[in-house]
């Protein structure tokens, strides 16, 4: 291996990093806050990139659809236990009003506009702000009918959960897209010399977008009210209802976070490599490898673990190409091993 070849494989695997780091972040925040191994987070990668490509092939994307039938189910759930709840009528007819202006009427406007206005003549901002609009409130939705009545069960349960809509949003994601990958068009076609070293301006569009998101992302956590509610509602769930932090907000603004997080991935790989209907999951797993290696804890080390993971990767593409997946995965074991003996036991809440 010369040197040029090794700043290729290196710019690769920065890439690829960035993406998974990103990936690492959501289901650290996930985690932390909710205490869900958030498995789908891949379909969201998935979603991003193909109901991106559906507006490019000039199609409505079927994402759309869902998000209308989330909805639906959502405010279905949450009305009756508002009528079980027993409020007096004029609580109640509120408080329906509000869930039918949440989960009815701003899932029909997102389904009309993206009927109207998605093509593949319109323009590149437009198309991915539509793909975000559709996208990003599954995340809360499916927090609120999958996980929110089970909040308080064990790790496992939620992980059982997690591996079942996984498994649902796989299947849905078959339905609407078929098994032919997609492919969208680049943000940029320039490239830029570096030391002798071709750059994509896709590739600086991927690092960027990343180091801005997770710029962005320290600044809520440490500057706004909700981050710091959400920081503290992962350090004692317990101790931040106590003080009246709400927790099922925090979870529903973790999802969101996450949801928006892995559709912006999508957007972010679709012009580099082929996406399926299943490749979000195996991307998915790459992000929570980094996760792994920070324990599921610290952001820090979990973007530093995915970017070891994306290096790890785009080597052993050139070394053994056949075995890279299995490289990459076995990284986990070394970890769990050190962690296992060096951490002590604690009791869930």
């Known amino acids: ?7 290729l494989l290196a710019q690769d695997g920065i890439t690829s990093g960035a993406v998974y ?65 027993g409020e007096g009528h004029p609580a109640a007819a509120r408080r329906i009003g509000v869930l039918a202006l949440k989960y009815l009427l701003f899932p029909v406007a997102v389904h009309l506009c993206v009927q109207s206005f998605a093509s593949a003549q319109t323009p590149m ?12 409130p599954m995340g809360p939705m499916l927090y609120r009918v999958a996980y929110q009545p089970l909040a308080e069960s064990s790790v496992l349960v939620l992980l ?17 897209f078929g098994a032919e990958g997609s492919r969208t ?43 710091k509610a959400l920081r503290a509602t992962a350090v004692n769930r317990l101790g931040a209802r106590l003080v009246g932090i709400g927790t099922v907000q925090a979870g529903r603004l973790s999802f969101t976070l996450a949801a928006a997080i892995g559709a912006l991935c ?31 804890v610290s952001y820090p080390l979990a973007a530093a673990g995915a970017l070891l993971v994306g290096l790890l990767e785009s080597y052993s593409s050139f070394w053994a190409s056949a075995y890279k ?25």
């Open 1 to 7: 291996m010369d040197i040029t070849t090794a700043a």
């Open 21 to 85: 780091g990103l990936l690492a972040l959501a289901l650290v925040l996930v985690f932390s806050v909710t205490r869900v191994i958030f498995l789908p987070q891949g379909e969201f990668v998935a979603y991003g990139a193909l109901t991106l490509a559906a507006m490019q092939a000039g199609h409505a994307p079927q994402t759309s659809w869902l998000l209308l039938g989330l909805g639906v189910l959502t405010f279905a759930f949450d009305t009756w236990l508002v009528l079980r709840s």
């Open 125 to 136: 901002l437009l198309q991915v702000a539509l793909t975000m609009l559709v996208v990003v």
């Open 160 to 176: 059982i959960v997690s591996v079942g809509v996984h498994f649902a949003l796989g299947g849905l994601g078959l339905v609407m």
């Open 185 to 227: 068009t680049a943000f940029s076609e320039a490239f830029f010399e570096l030391g002798g070293l071709n750059v994509s301006g896709q590739s600086l569009w991927v690092v960027g977008v990343a180091v801005a998101l997770i710029v962005g992302l320290f600044g809520y956590f440490e500057r706004t009210i909700s981050g």
């Open 266 to 296: 999508g957007v972010l790989i679709a012009p580099l490599t082929t996406v399926y209907y299943e490749s979000g999951f195996l991307i998915g797993l790459k992000g929570f490898v980094g996760a792994i290696v920070g324990g599921l």
């Open 325 to 349: 997946e299995v490289i990459v995965f076995t990284l986990i074991i070394p970890v769990l091993l050190w962690r296992s003996m060096v951490s002590k036991p604690a009791e869930e809440e």
